[in-house]
């Protein structure tokens, strides 16, 4: 079988991601996915558009990325190929301990202490209860849920939103878009683990942050595309919102420029909430790649319909 890998990697991942690869796939040849290349197989990291034009006999496209919106957005991908996604159980507990420090970090103004002592400020805060924050989590998949989870075994009021029916131990669940305004109004912290898709894009804007109750808190774990940045600014600014932290931004690396990198009532990471790890990921790749091979469809396929 005809393998290649494709994505923006550093020569040290690369070679990280080769080496896992090629462990976990021992009877692959390795191909360079050049216009025109037979490959049956194509794993790809977050591809740049165009990568993937011309291929010849492709029978998947392997994502080591959770997120498809950018694939799913390149124009020139060979049709009818199916797509799977990344679903690793490592990358879920990643994300759910980031969920947990964000979350746990509001609770108790740890965000606040940060600041303060930047500014030499000796000032004990209120300290809340878990069980007074409700905590609601927008996307309720492999990482939603995952996270949700968490903050439920650590005592807070979770709330989650799909866009199906689901219902979770523990978690106060609805679905559809006209249960939302009334989500939101009553949460003190959201945390978004959506999918970037055509009915997420700009998901909070002016309108949908000013449901939320004055002194919540916005957690965007997600993709930068959720948010409108300006929107989300002014919020901050006028004080209705007490604090974001995001990972995830509309351009990436975040300009230096950006008023996110310094604004005080912003917490921000490199989009690092969950990276793919290849020493569990290779082998769920390698899983799919054999499934394929032998004729079965691929676990994680993405419904092109849905977008996610
Ligand atoms: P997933 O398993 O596909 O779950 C998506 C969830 O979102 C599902 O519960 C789905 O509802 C819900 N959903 C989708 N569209 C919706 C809509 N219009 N209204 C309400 N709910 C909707 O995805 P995942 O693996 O959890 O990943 C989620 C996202 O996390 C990825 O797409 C990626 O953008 C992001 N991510 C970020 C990082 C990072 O490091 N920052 C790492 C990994 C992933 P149903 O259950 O009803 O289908
Ligand atoms: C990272 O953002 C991913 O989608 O895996």
Same mark, same amino acid.
């Given at each position: 079988?005809?393998? !290649? =890998?494709?994505? *923006?990697?550093?020569?040290?991942?690369?070679?990280?991601?080769?080496?896992?690869?090629? %462990?976990?796939?021992?009877?692959?040849?390795?191909?360079?996915?050049?216009?025109?290349?037979?490959?049956?197989?194509? =794993?790809?990291?977050?591809?740049?558009?165009?990568?993937?034009?011309? #291929?010849?006999?492709?029978? #998947?496209? *392997?994502?080591?990325?959770?997120?498809?919106?950018? =694939? &799913?957005?390149?124009?020139?991908?060979?049709?009818?190929?199916?797509?799977?996604?990344?679903?690793?159980?490592?990358?879920?507990?990643?994300?759910?301990?980031? !969920?947990?420090?964000?979350? =746990?970090? #509001?609770?108790?103004?740890?965000?606040?202490?940060?600041?303060? *002592?930047?500014?030499?400020?000796?000032? +004990?805060?209120?300290? $809340?209860?878990?069980?007074?924050?409700?905590?609601? +989590?927008?996307?309720?998949?492999?990482?939603?849920?995952?996270?949700? $989870?968490?903050?439920?075994?650590?005592?807070?009021?979770?709330?989650?939103?799909?866009?199906?029916?689901?219902?979770?131990?523990?978690?106060?669940?609805? %679905?559809?878009?006209?249960? &939302?305004?009334?989500? /939101?109004?009553?949460?003190?912290?959201? +945390?978004n683990? /959506?999918?970037?898709?055509?009915?997420? $894009?700009g998901l909070f804007?002016?309108?949908? /942050?000013? #449901?939320?109750?004055?002194?919540?808190?916005v957690?965007n774990?997600?993709?930068g595309g959720h948010v409108v940045e300006?929107d989300l600014?002014? !919020?901050?600014?006028?004080?209705?919102?007490? @604090?974001?932290?995001l990972?995830?931004f509309q351009?990436?690396?975040?300009?230096?420029?950006?008023?996110?990198?310094? %604004?005080?009532?912003?917490?921000? &990471?490199? @989009?690092?909430?969950?990276?793919?790890?290849?020493?569990?990921?290779?082998?769920?790749?390698?899983?799919?790649?054999?499934?394929?091979?032998?004729?079965?469809?691929?676990? @994680?396929?993405?419904?092109?319909?849905?977008?996610?």
């Open positions: 079988m005809k393998l !290649a =890998l494709v994505g *923006q990697l550093g020569a040290a991942e690369r070679q990280a991601w080769m080496a896992a690869l090629q %462990h976990a796939l021992p009877e692959a040849q390795w191909v360079e996915a050049a216009p025109g290349a037979e490959v049956d197989v194509v =794993l790809v990291a977050n591809p740049p558009p165009g990568q993937l034009q011309g #291929l010849k006999g492709l029978r #998947l496209i *392997q994502s080591l990325w959770a997120g498809v919106d950018r =694939l &799913l957005a390149d124009a020139t991908l060979p049709q009818g190929v199916p797509i799977a996604r990344m679903v690793d159980p490592a990358m879920s507990a990643a994300m759910a301990e980031t !969920a947990l420090w964000a979350v =746990l970090s #509001l609770q108790r103004g740890f965000f606040d202490y940060a600041r303060q *002592q930047r500014e030499a400020i000796w000032r +004990v805060l209120p300290q $809340r209860r878990a069980d007074e924050v409700r905590v609601t +989590v927008l996307g309720l998949g492999e990482m939603g849920l995952t996270a949700a $989870r968490r903050m439920v075994a650590q005592g807070y009021r979770v709330q989650g939103w799909s866009a199906r029916p689901r219902q979770e131990p523990g978690i106060d669940s609805v %679905h559809g878009e006209e249960a &939302l305004p009334a989500l /939101l109004s009553r949460s003190d912290v959201v +945390v683990l /959506l999918p970037l898709t055509a009915a997420t $894009r804007d002016a309108q949908r /942050l000013a #449901l939320l109750p004055e002194g919540a808190c957690v774990l997600a993709r300006a600014l002014a !919020a901050l600014d006028g004080g209705r919102l007490r @604090h974001a932290v990972d995830v351009a990436e690396p975040l300009p230096a420029d950006s008023r996110f990198w310094s %604004h005080p009532r912003v917490t921000l &990471l490199p @989009h690092a909430a969950a990276l793919t790890d290849a020493r569990s990921a290779a082998g769920i790749a390698a899983a799919n790649v054999r499934a394929v091979m032998a004729g079965n469809p691929p676990a @994680h396929r993405v419904e092109a319909e849905r977008g996610y």
